[in-house]
């Protein structure tokens, strides 16, 4: 499949691999997109495992509802579900990085049933992370959060001279020009990186709808060089898992892993998969 439909919208995937492997459902962050797991897949198709990579809500061009309430958590991962539905799936195993990591985690805590084992890039458990808010410099790291929710601002700064601020950050985390020029050209497309943003502009919503346990296997890789996400939640997260649980710690790669660290991330998800298929 190259799309899957949901309430009047179309989002673009990336389906690759054996049609009858162990499927696994990939999940890209802010501001990445399908692409962000183009070193992954190849590996993952060669141990024999199927997968279904789309552009979330906001970044394929058919899904960009307007309005922060769209961008609830719930949507997120209703998202996911239309997803497996349409691709004939009654479970999958979710990898997710970054905002991809959270609605793996909401997956895993909400529809058990539909999922096969949680694997989360960077990202730890939202219990976690809102903890280590109040007891560790994380509200500093996540300072940005709180600059995102101010209307059409952070658009402006992130897209001045071309998009030069926003393509910055990316460099500065490591990853090549090339993958830096192509995020940057998604987020200038019309109404884009305002959609990409609204999934932080939602996060009031998700305050009342918290994500809770989660009983699948899970998978949890940290990076050591993350400027965004520290140590302190990722310790923390094995609490709210009620199923086997392992952490993986990257020493010396910064938070965009799936596009620095792609084999070690094809090794660990594929152990993952098959201890756990």
């Known amino acids: ?3 899957f439909r949901r309430d009047g919208m179309v989002f673009d995937v990336l389906d690759g691999g054996p049609t009858d492997g162990e499927p696994v ?3 890209h962050g802010f501001p ?3 692409t962000a797991w183009a070193a992954v897949a190849p590996g993952l198709h060669a141990a024999g495992l199927r997968t279904l990579a789309p552009d979330q809500r906001g970044y394929s061009p058919g899904a960009r509802p307007v309005g922060r309430p769209a961008y609830r958590m719930r949507e997120l991962t209703a998202d996911v579900l239309a997803l497996l539905d349409q691709a004939g799936l009654g479970s999958a195993h979710v990898v997710g990085h970054d905002w991809g990591g959270l609605v793996a985690w909401a997956l895993g805590a909400w529809h058990p049933e539909r999922v096969r084992t949680v694997t989360a890039l960077s990202v730890p458990h ?6 280590a808010m109040v ?12 600059l995102f929710q101010v209307p059409f ?3 402006r700064l992130l897209l001045a001279a071309g998009g030069m601020p926003l393509r910055r950050v990316m460099l500065r985390g490591g990853l090549p020009p090339e993958q830096c020029d192509h995020y940057v050209a998604r987020m200038r497309e019309p109404g884009a990186l305002s959609a990409a943003i609204a999934w932080y ?9 918290p994500v809770g346990t989660v009983r699948v296997p899970t998978l949890h890789l940290w990076s050591t060089r993350d400027a965004f996400l520290g140590r302190a939640a990722t310790e923390q997260t094995r609490g709210f898992v009620d199923a086997p649980y392992r952490l993986e710690v990257l020493e010396g790669v910064t938070h965009w892993i799936p596009e620095l660290a792609p084999e070690r991330t ?3 998800v594929t152990e993952h998969v098959r201890a756990h298929g």
């Open 1 to 3: 499949m190259d799309s």
């Open 25 to 27: 459902v990939l999940l």
């Open 32 to 34: 990445q997109d399908s």
């Open 126 to 131: 939202p219990a976690a992370a809102a903890r």
């Open 135 to 146: 007891t560790s410099d994380q509200a500093l790291r996540s300072y940005y959060v709180g």
């Open 153 to 155: 601002l952070p658009e």
């Open 201 to 209: 502009r939602a996060l009031p919503w998700d305050a009342r709808d």
């Open 266 to 268: 094809v090794d660990l």
